[in-house]
């Protein structure tokens, strides 16, 4: 007998809040959880020779949607919807794809994670737009590229051998359009990864606030709850610079600036 999904279960979330994966909420959804829980989740289930989260994954997919947009307006747009594809993953997890096809229930609760997100966020009608789709068409062809230039060619060999149900057409992947989108024939580059959880976190936060300021839009306030501090008001102008030139974090447990850009701070520990 299949167990219902609880509405009342709750996941522990980073910045202390709680959220409800089988009722989400939108005023459950920070900023700040979404980076930090994607930036210390991995891809691949973690068998890449150097690790790659998705937050670094998400930040690589929006600089390539950007670069494959038609005008200025779009790329930026695309960027942003390579940035939040992922999202909903930041409250459910990742579950390999041969494991999620057996569980429609996981595939619906990362879907209505993933609305809320949006939501929260205020950009609902960015899903469903031709940057979104641009988006994921280079969410495809990093994931042929991540697995040329990081699963190890004996372990890329064997996926496109396999030609079982589960291997989401390893068989003809070199021959996926999705994985020609530039210049060409030529497949993607490699692109970067990071062994260092903060960089991916900070690499993500700093791509969002920038997009936000770029396009004008305003994240709505319950989600910037404990972001730089309790309810930073200075976001995204804050955070939206080069990040080369960021002296200091702060601890996002209490808004102390921190010296080497890492909590927890010695005040809360």
């Given at each position: ?30 900023l700040v ?7 210390t ?5 973690g ?15 929006g ?48 879907n ?11 950009i609902?009608e960015?899903?469903?737009s031709?940057?979104w ?55 993607p580059?490699?692109?970067?990864t990071?062994?260092?959880?903060w960089?991916?976190r ?12 770029e396009?004008?839009?305003e ?10 501090g309790?309810?930073?008001p ?20 209490c ?15």
């Amino acid at each position: 007998m299949t167990a219902q999904p609880d509405p009342g279960a709750w996941l522990s979330c980073y910045s202390g809040g709680r959220f409800y994966p089988f009722a989400p909420r939108v005023q459950d959804v920070r900023l700040v959880d979404l980076a930090h829980h994607l930036a210390t989740s991995t891809r691949w289930l973690g068998a890449l020779h150097t690790p790659l989260s998705i937050a670094q994954h998400s930040v690589n997919v929006g600089a390539m949607a950007r670069a494959l947009a038609p005008s200025a307006v779009v790329g930026a747009m695309a960027e942003l919807a390579g940035l939040v594809h992922d999202t909903g993953e930041a409250y459910v997890g990742d579950m390999p794809r041969p494991i999620k096809r057996a569980f429609p229930a996981f595939v619906l609760a990362e879907n209505r994670a993933l609305a809320v997100v949006l939501e929260a966020l205020g950009i609902a009608e960015l899903r469903g737009s031709s940057a979104w789709a641009l988006a994921l068409q280079c969410d495809r062809a990093l994931l042929a590229t991540e697995a040329r230039d990081n699963l190890g060619p004996r372990s890329f060999a064997d996926h496109q051998a396999d030609d079982h149900p589960g291997s989401a057409g390893w068989v003809t992947l070199l021959d996926d359009p999705d994985w020609s989108l530039v210049n060409g024939d030529d497949h993607p580059a490699p692109l970067p990864t990071t062994e260092d959880w903060w960089i991916a976190r900070r690499s993500w936060l700093g791509a969002m606030a920038r997009v936000v300021l770029e396009l004008g839009l305003e994240i709505p306030a319950p989600a910037l709850v404990r972001l730089n501090g309790p309810g930073c008001p200075s976001w995204p102008a804050q955070v939206a610079r080069p990040l080369q030139s960021w002296p200091a974090d702060y601890c996002h447990a209490c808004g102390r600036e921190l010296a080497d850009a890492r909590p927890p701070c010695d005040h809360c520990g």
